[in-house]
């Protein structure tokens, strides 16, 4: 090779041995390992950043599992990032794992990557922070469609450039789309997947040229290059420039025995004859910032191509098992589907799996593939395991194909410290970090379940969302959580950029809370931030959060910031007696913003719209939720505050100024705490409901009656009298009225189960006469017929003698309906 081994004038030799791979392809990694084992070079060198050079014998410890990733972050701005991911099946990984074992110096020699940060933060970013994966080829030709360590811009998703990018239909972007689909076409091939298996996966191990498959794409890369040129990536040129010198400079060192192994794209370049000068020429001012690199876990899912990752593939689940199956692959990847189906409770047996077999040979004969591929056994799969159904096929391509393999690294890896106190407390937790999603039930009772919550909710408030909170399926009592987690590894850039606040998870978590609860605008988030604190166990934050607190409620007059307020701080009074904190201080601000919302919400309600009135409406709810639970732990000294507060009730139930929603809502509330009687409730609404009221605020009172997913609809079921002057008011609505009402009517009934809706309906049919004595003139109770129904009575009783464990001679059950008789 003449363009690596010194100025354009020296002499010619052989050159370094280039490698071109398709990065995370197990074909290539197969190729590589047979390639090195045949050469025995003296070094090899790695399309990566060199800063990773310290981590690479890492590779070789037990506890490393891929996949992994060298994780790149600025140190002076942890958000700004990039991951170049390695799977068992990369060509890179193997060619680390070669050198390790044969004592051969291993060295990457891309672009570093304190210039690939530093050019990513003035170029395109890339989704998700993914800023750099080891050179981002979709394919096997080493040349990338996503936002790479060069910070190319990203393709559309049919392959086109983005908007602003010119389409022109030339030959560069043809290379954005996907340059092996070149060489696909060309040898009539629509899918370039399925020609990459055929020529390359599916290639025997045994061909006596290890380096034979190199020099094809070499050649082929060569031919798309001269055709392409840069593809429209001139920052491929800064790269490869770089990586020239590198191996220039290795040469000069081992002499010429040295591997590459890089984008079959690169070849071609790293091939060509160019002045040293002009490569160092390329490189001069380029960026820079200051950047750490370290090892972190990385899975399959992360892997694929639908994650958004420029350098991703389709099924890395089956390329891993492809690289891993010595032999009868075929059968051994059935024999896996049909054991995930059986765990799922499907009937799948041997002979399931020998006819899929079959099946898969004969569609590969079919097709002219020289082995099955992914296609013919998901077909096989579809037709004999699934019975044409995809909605397994679909649980197999999850699990298997893509799958959720959650790589690991050694203890001994560089992390940042609060990456290394997470950890401490996993372990000390046994809160394994897993991809896939599981729910977590806590009780808050044990000394574990507690530490695990505080540890939960400490990374949400950094931003660190390895769990979410999830409505639990069982108690609803305050000592219950249930969380759902999921570990992605983002979020170890999540936990870097969280290093900034400390380097432990209480001391970073302390630190934010004070700072946000001093940069919150808004009394509500600083209500929301004491709550997070209460859960989060963060005592020390508390008084900084507290001192804010009281200063916001002070200075804001608003009554609905203060209605929206006080539930969060009530909530955290019961998260705080459950974990023991102390929360005094609390309380009283609580106390305090409950009076100056009693005080101020009678004027807040008059003259509002029909919007606004909503919204006080659901803070009225609000309030009257957080006054009933802060009575509970009130003890004496608070004993006042609900009869204060249905004081403020009755006014607003009373005040014609009120919109007619607030006033339903208020006689309603009342009505539920037993401080209005029901006849008075029943006058209050004929009141409303009498001729002289307008329509429209009628039928809002009836909606803060019993709408707005209050159990309106049981209450008329069961008080029918109630039902009667709603039904005569309903019924009375002058025509051309109806149609200003019915909108409101309809938002009120439609909230009802539907069964609720089914007796209502049943009980209007039947009509008045039929509905209970309170309304016919009958002496009945409310909501009872007037004559008791004899046959409905004795139909419960063999359910309440199998309740009452009386037998047939104990007329226990019996004696007990004739008493409700």
Same mark, same amino acid.
């Given at each position: 090779?003449?363009? !690596?081994?010194?100025?354009?004038?020296?002499?010619?030799?052989?050159?370094?041995?280039?490698?071109?791979?398709?990065?995370?392809?197990?074909?290539? &990694?197969?190729?590589?390992?047979?390639? *090195? $084992?045949?050469?025995? /070079?003296?070094?090899?060198?790695?399309?990566?950043?060199?800063?990773?050079?310290?981590?690479?014998?890492?590779?070789?410890?037990?506890?490393?599992?891929? /996949?992994?990733? @060298?994780?790149?972050?600025?140190?002076?701005?942890?958000?700004?990032?990039?991951?170049?991911?390695?799977?068992?099946?990369?060509?890179?990984?193997?060619?680390?794992?070669?050198?390790?074992?044969?004592?051969?110096?291993?060295?990457?020699?891309?672009?570093? &990557?304190?210039?690939?940060?530093?050019?990513?933060?003035?170029?395109?970013?890339?989704?998700?922070?993914?800023?750099?994966?080891?050179?981002?080829?979709?394919?096997?030709?080493?040349?990338?469609?996503?936002?790479? #360590?060069?910070?190319?811009?990203?393709?559309?998703?049919?392959?086109?450039?983005? $908007?602003?990018?010119?389409?022109?239909?030339?030959?560069?972007?043809?290379?954005?789309?996907?340059?092996?689909?070149?060489?696909?076409?060309?040898?009539?091939?629509?899918?370039?997947?399925?020609?990459?298996?055929?020529?390359?996966?599916?290639?025997?191990?045994?061909?006596?040229?290890?380096?034979?498959?190199?020099?094809?794409?070499?050649?082929?890369?060569?031919?798309?290059?001269?055709?392409?040129?840069?593809?429209?990536?001139?920052?491929?040129?800064?790269?490869?420039?770089?990586?020239?010198?590198?191996?220039?400079?290795?040469?000069?060192?081992?002499?010429?025995?040295?591997?590459?192994?890089?984008?079959?794209?690169?070849?071609?370049?790293?091939?060509?004859?160019?002045?040293?000068?002009?490569?160092?020429? @390329?490189?001069?001012?380029?960026?820079?910032?200051?950047?750490?690199?370290? =090892?972190?876990?990385?899975?399959?899912?992360?892997?694929?191509?639908?994650?958004?990752?420029?350098?991703?593939?389709?099924?890395?689940? =089956?390329?891993?098992?492809?690289?891993?199956?010595?032999?009868?692959?075929?059968?051994?990847?059935?024999?896996?589907?049909?054991? *995930?189906?059986?765990?799922?409770?499907?009937?799948?047996?041997?002979?399931?799996?020998?006819?899929?077999?079959?099946?898969?040979?004969?569609?590969?004969?079919?097709?002219?593939?020289?082995?099955?591929?992914?296609?013919?056994?998901?077909?096989?799969?579809? +037709?004999?395991?699934?019975?044409?159904?995809?909605?397994?096929?679909? *649980?197999?391509?999850?699990?298997?194909?893509?799958?959720?393999?959650?790589?690991?690294?050694?203890?001994?890896?560089?992390?940042?410290?609060?990456?290394? $106190?997470?950890?401490?407390?996993?372990?000390?937790?046994?809160?394994?970090?897993?991809?896939?999603?599981?729910?977590?039930?806590?009780?808050?009772?044990?000394?574990?379940?507690?530490?695990?919550?505080?540890?939960?909710?400490?990374?949400?408030?950094?931003?660190?969302? =390895?769990?979410?909170?999830?409505?639990?399926?069982?108690?609803?009592?305050?000592?219950?959580?249930?969380?759902?987690?999921? =570990?992605?590894?983002?979020?170890? !850039?999540?936990?870097?950029?969280?290093? !900034?606040?400390?380097?432990?998870?209480?001391?970073?978590?302390?630190?934010?809370?004070?700072?946000?609860?001093?940069?919150?605008?808004?009394?509500?988030?600083?209500?929301?931030?004491?709550?997070?604190?209460?859960?989060?166990?963060?005592?020390?934050?508390?008084?900084?959060?507290?001192?804010?607190?009281?200063?916001?409620? &002070?200075?804001?007059?608003?009554?609905?910031?203060?209605?929206?307020?006080? /539930?969060?701080?009530?909530?955290?009074?019961?998260?705080?007696?459950?974990?023991?904190?102390?929360?005094?201080?609390?309380?009283?601000?609580?106390?305090?913003?409950?009076?100056? %919302?009693?005080?101020? @919400?009678?004027?807040?309600?008059?003259?509002?719209?029909?919007?606004?009135?909503?919204?006080?409406?659901?803070?009225?709810?609000?309030?009257?939720?957080?006054?009933?639970?802060?009575?509970?732990?009130?003890?004496?000294?608070?004993?006042?505050?609900?009869?204060?507060?249905?004081?403020?009730?009755?006014?607003?139930?009373?005040?014609?100024?009120?919109?007619?929603?607030?006033?339903?809502?208020?006689?309603?509330?009342?009505?539920?705490?037993?401080?209005?009687?029901?006849?008075?409730?029943?006058?209050?609404?004929?009141? %409303?409901?009498?001729?002289?009221?307008?329509?429209?605020?009628?039928?809002?009172?009836?909606?803060?009656?019993?709408?707005?997913?209050?159990?309106?609809?049981?209450? *008329?079921?069961?008080?029918?009298?109630?039902?009667?002057?709603?039904? +005569?008011?309903?019924?009375?609505? #002058?025509?051309?009225?109806?149609? $200003?009402?019915?909108?409101?009517?309809?938002?009120?009934?439609?909230?009802?189960?539907?069964?609720?809706?089914?007796?209502?309906?049943?009980?209007?049919?039947?009509?008045?006469?039929?509905?209970?004595?309170?309304?016919?003139?009958?002496?009945?109770?409310?909501?009872?017929?007037?004559?008791?129904?004899?046959?409905?009575?004795?139909?419960?009783?063999?359910?309440?003698?199998?309740?009452?464990?009386?037998?047939? &001679?104990?007329?226990?059950?019996?004696?007990?309906?004739?008493?409700?008789?």
């Amino acid at each position: 090779m003449t363009g !690596v081994d010194g100025p354009s004038g020296a002499a010619p030799d052989e050159g370094p041995l280039l490698l071109g791979v398709r990065h995370h392809g197990p074909g290539s &990694a197969r190729a590589v390992r047979a390639a *090195l $084992d045949s050469a025995r /070079p003296r070094a090899v060198l790695i399309e990566g950043p060199p800063e990773a050079d310290p981590l690479v014998p890492l590779a070789a410890d037990e506890e490393m599992r891929p /996949p992994v990733a @060298l994780l790149a972050h600025a140190v002076d701005e942890p958000g700004r990032s990039a991951f170049w991911p390695l799977a068992e099946f990369s060509p890179e990984w193997v060619a680390i794992r070669w050198a390790l074992e044969h004592g051969v110096p291993a060295r990457f020699i891309d672009l570093p &990557a304190a210039h690939t940060l530093a050019w990513e933060g003035d170029g395109p970013a890339s989704r998700q922070g993914e800023t750099g994966e080891a050179e981002p080829e979709p394919s096997a030709d080493g040349r990338g469609d996503g936002a790479g #360590p060069t910070g190319a811009a990203e393709p559309g998703p049919d392959g086109g450039p983005e $908007d602003g990018e010119p389409e022109d239909g030339g030959p560069q972007d043809m290379v954005r789309v996907d340059p092996i689909a070149v060489l696909a076409r060309t040898a009539g091939y629509d899918d370039p997947e399925r020609w990459w298996e055929d020529v390359v996966e599916h290639r025997g191990a045994g061909t006596a040229d290890a380096l034979a498959p190199f020099a094809v794409l070499e050649e082929a890369m060569g031919a798309l290059r001269e055709a392409y040129g840069t593809g429209g990536h001139e920052r491929d040129l800064v790269r490869e420039a770089y990586m020239r010198l590198q191996v220039r400079a290795a040469r000069r060192e081992f002499g010429r025995d040295v591997a590459v192994v890089c984008g079959a794209w690169h070849v071609p370049a790293l091939r060509r004859r160019t002045p040293v000068a002009a490569d160092r020429a @390329l490189l001069k001012g380029l960026p820079r910032v200051k950047a750490d690199m370290t =090892w972190v876990p990385w899975t399959h899912r992360r892997l694929s191509r639908a994650s958004g990752y420029g350098a991703g593939i389709d099924s890395p689940g =089956w390329y891993g098992h492809l690289f891993a199956a010595s032999d009868r692959p075929v059968e051994r990847w059935l024999t896996r589907v049909a054991g *995930l189906l059986r765990e799922e409770g499907r009937i799948v047996s041997s002979a399931h799996v020998i006819e899929a077999v079959r099946l898969a040979g004969t569609l590969a004969a079919l097709r002219g593939r020289p082995l099955p591929g992914l296609s013919e056994t998901t077909d096989a799969v579809r +037709a004999v395991m699934c019975e044409g159904s995809d909605v397994p096929l679909a *649980l197999v391509h999850d699990r298997l194909v893509v799958g959720d393999v959650l790589g690991e690294v050694p203890v001994s890896a560089p992390a940042v410290p609060l990456q290394r $106190d997470l950890t401490r407390l996993q372990k000390r937790l046994r809160l394994k970090p897993e991809p896939q999603e599981r729910e977590l039930e806590l009780d808050l009772r044990r000394e574990t379940d507690a530490g695990r919550s505080r540890l939960l909710h400490r990374l949400r408030l950094l931003g660190i969302g =390895w769990g979410e909170p999830a409505v639990s399926r069982g108690s609803t009592g305050t000592f219950r959580e249930t969380w759902r987690l999921r =570990w992605d590894p983002e979020l170890a !850039v999540r936990v870097a950029e969280a290093g !900034v606040w400390g380097t432990t998870v209480l001391g970073a978590a302390t630190a934010k809370a004070e700072a946000e609860a001093v940069a919150a605008q808004a009394l509500a988030e600083v209500t929301a931030l004491a709550e997070r604190c209460l859960r989060a166990d963060l005592s020390d934050a508390l008084p900084v959060v507290m001192r804010v607190l009281a200063d916001r409620a &002070a200075l804001d007059a608003d009554v609905g910031h203060l209605a929206q307020a006080l /539930p969060a701080l009530v909530r955290a009074l019961r998260y705080g007696d459950v974990r023991g904190t102390d929360t005094r201080a609390l309380a009283e601000v609580a106390t305090g913003l409950a009076e100056r %919302v009693f005080v101020g @919400l009678p004027p807040a309600c008059a003259a509002l719209d029909a919007e606004a009135a909503e919204e006080m409406r659901r803070h009225l709810d609000a309030v009257h939720g957080a006054v009933g639970l802060l009575e509970e732990g009130a003890g004496a000294a608070r004993g006042g505050l609900r009869v204060r507060w249905c004081s403020v009730l009755r006014v607003l139930s009373g005040r014609d100024t009120v919109p007619g929603v607030i006033r339903g809502r208020a006689v309603r509330l009342l009505l539920d705490d037993g401080e209005l009687a029901q006849a008075e409730s029943a006058r209050l609404m004929g009141l %409303v409901l009498s001729p002289g009221t307008a329509p429209a605020d009628a039928a809002a009172w009836i909606e803060g009656f019993v709408g707005g997913g209050s159990g309106g609809g049981m209450l *008329l079921v069961h008080d029918e009298r109630l039902l009667g002057l709603v039904d +005569a008011w309903l019924t009375g609505v #002058p025509a051309d009225a109806f149609t $200003d009402v019915l909108p409101l009517l309809r938002r009120t009934f439609s909230a009802y189960e539907p069964g609720v809706r089914r007796t209502l309906g049943e009980l209007v049919r039947r009509g008045p006469g039929a509905r209970g004595g309170a309304v016919a003139g009958g002496s009945g109770p409310s909501g009872f017929a007037v004559e008791r129904d004899a046959g409905r009575a004795d139909a419960v009783v063999p359910v309440l003698r199998l309740l009452l464990g009386a037998d047939a &001679a104990d007329g226990g059950a019996d004696d007990l309906v004739g008493v409700g008789r």
